[in-house]
């Protein structure tokens, strides 16, 4: 079994706040990622996919369709977009990385062509990152 990574950068806007709380409650549960007027992460994204290579090209998955299925439905809808505002797939969820990697695991979980998807990182800073391997 072999393992290939791909990985991605993007830098997006959000706000963490629940409606109902005021901003010192939404501070208080969410620290400066409540800030009511947005701030942005420089976000590393990682997707790992697993499978044995087609004898046929020697490739689990070719890298360069990965590279593609990536860009159309995870990076196209969050580069340089506001997560709460701009991104479909985030409507109506609290932007923590932890639901954003679990939208973005359901965003490709259907678009991979050979192999398996095995696991996506998602690196908000670069002393955390949050993993989800579909369960
Ligand atoms: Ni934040």
Same mark, same amino acid.
């Not at 990682?46 to 860009?71: H, N, R, Y």
């Given at each position: ?19 109902g ?26 997707? /790992?996919?697993?499978?044995t !290579? ?5 490739? #689990?998955?070719?890298?360069?369709? +990965? *590279?593609?299925? =990536? ?18 797939? /985030?409507?109506?969820?609290i !932007?923590t990385?932890?639901?954003?990697? #679990?939208?973005?695991?359901?965003? +490709? *979980?259907?678009? =991979? ?7 996506v ?8 990152y949050f ?5």
């Amino acid at each position: 079994m072999i393992y290939l990574t791909r990985r991605e950068t993007f830098a997006a806007a959000h706000r963490l706040f629940k409606d109902g709380l005021d901003d010192k409650e939404n501070f208080e549960l969410f620290g400066k990622c409540s800030n009511p007027n947005w701030h942005g992460h420089n976000y590393i994204l990682e997707v /790992m996919v697993s499978g044995t !290579p087609d004898p046929a090209t020697g490739f #689990v998955i070719d890298l360069k369709k +990965l *590279k593609e299925i =990536i860009q159309e439905h995870v990076i196209s809808k969050v580069d340089h977009k506001n997560l709460n505002l701009d991104t479909d797939f /985030m409507q109506g969820v609290i !932007p923590t990385s932890e639901n954003i990697v #679990v939208a973005i695991w359901n965003q +490709l *979980k259907d678009n =991979i062509p050979s192999g398996n998807l095995y696991s996506v990182k998602l690196y908000e800073t670069e002393n955390n990152y949050f993993e989800y391997r579909g369960e």
